[in-house]
């Protein structure tokens, strides 16, 4: 008989913290982090790399029959390939972001991820973040979360990232820019970021990532998930 498998959904707008917040629960219960948004990133490196007008959607509906996207985990930490190429370094640029955001309200590029985000979920006990999670691509989702922080919070955390990097930033551009992002993610006609209606809303403005985990955890323990991370 197949056991099912037990996944938690993280949705949520850019910068709330959902990739530091999935990675550190999936290690708490045993899971395995699935970042989607590296996958759409993924997808965009390489229409920047073919030099593809992001406009033309028949161009990059073509050039997704020329992308291979997959993921492969390396002591735990996520991969994610393409063409074989490990790209995780490269698709975290601010023009890579950019460009996902704009390709990602195309059709043909939202189904060729599905499927594969869809299997993943099917093998494995996931914690999956990303925009349509427990709207779309797990709607069974066991536990859903919809993790959120004011744009002001948020700019001012990708501030803090890109100065670590030593690159020197403007706190009013990166708001603005976190803002028109939020608004293509959640205006598109395909699957739009937006909570699900199952979903647990999460506001990390005044939380420490440790409390964020801990709310996660818990969420998922009142909803029937034993064991791990104890
Ligand atoms: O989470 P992120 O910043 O890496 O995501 C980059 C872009 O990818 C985001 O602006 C919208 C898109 N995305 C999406 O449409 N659906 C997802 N499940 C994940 C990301």
Redesign the pocket.
């Known amino acids: 008989m197949h056991m099912r498998t037990y996944n938690i959904a993280i949705d949520g707008p ?1 910068g709330a913290g ?1 990739s530091t917040i999935a990675r550190k629960a999936a290690e708490k219960l045993g899971f395995i982090y699935v970042d ?3 996958m ?2 993924a997808m965009a490196l390489y229409i920047l790399r073919q030099g593809i007008d992001r406009a033309d959607e028949k161009a990059v509906e073509k050039a997704c029959g020329n992308m291979d996207i997959s993921l492969c985990y390396e002591e735990g930490v996520q991969k994610v390939l393409l063409n074989g190429e490990d790209v995780s370094g490269l698709i975290r640029a601010e023009e890579v ?1 950019r460009t ?2 704009a390709i ?1 309200v195309y059709r043909a590029v939202r189904q060729k991820l599905l499927e594969l985000q869809r299997d993943l979920a099917r093998n494995y006990d996931v914690i999956m973040d ?4 427990g709207t779309c691509v797990l709607p069974d989702a066991q536990t859903k979360i919809y993790l959120t922080a004011s744009s002001h919070v948020r700019a001012l955390r990708r501030l803090k990232e890109l100065e670590e990097k030593g690159q020197m930033c403007n706190l009013e551009e990166i708001e603005q820019d976190i803002i028109e ?1 939020d608004y293509r ?1 959640m205006h598109r006609e395909i699957a739009p970021l937006k909570q699900a209606e199952d979903a647990v809303l999460v506001d990390s403005s005044h939380m420490s990532i440790e409390q964020v985990v801990d709310t996660i955890v818990k969420t998922a323990r009142a909803a029937g998930l034993r064991g791990a991370g104890e």
């Not at 990303?130 to 999670?133: A, V």
């Open positions: 850019a959902k989607t948004g590296a759409y990133r972001g996902t955001s990602s990303g925009r349509d999670i992002r993610d």
